[in-house]
């Protein structure tokens, strides 16, 4: 799943300072709906992909613990999803690595992983 927020992008070069302080991102219990669903990895045009400050400020980064740690699903920052949003992609289909490609080849397609572009298509509950 890949967040696309515009903010590296367009606050970045504006204001680094408001940059580096905050930024819009996965909510925790959005980290808790991706973890159900099996999700390979998240990743985000932030830097730290949750939200900052948290919505709980006792609980800061809970989306690292919740996907990393507790699930093992990768978690991906800072990534130039501009371009993907510019030619309107919704999904990419990854093919699997190593052992996972064996199953891939003999038609289990559960081990692809799916990424959608933008936290509004995926507020908005396209598959």
Known sequence: ???HTGWTDYILPADPKAWVSGEPGMAEDVAVDLAKKGVLAVGSDTWGVD???PEKKDRPFQGHITLIKENGI???GVMNTGPLVKD???GISIRPRSTQAARHRAGDYRSHCHLLISIRQYAAGIP
């Open 51 to 53: 939200v900052i400050p």
């Open 74 to 76: 990768y978690m991906l």
């Open 1 to 3: 799943m890949l967040f």
């Open 88 to 90: 309107k992609a919704l």
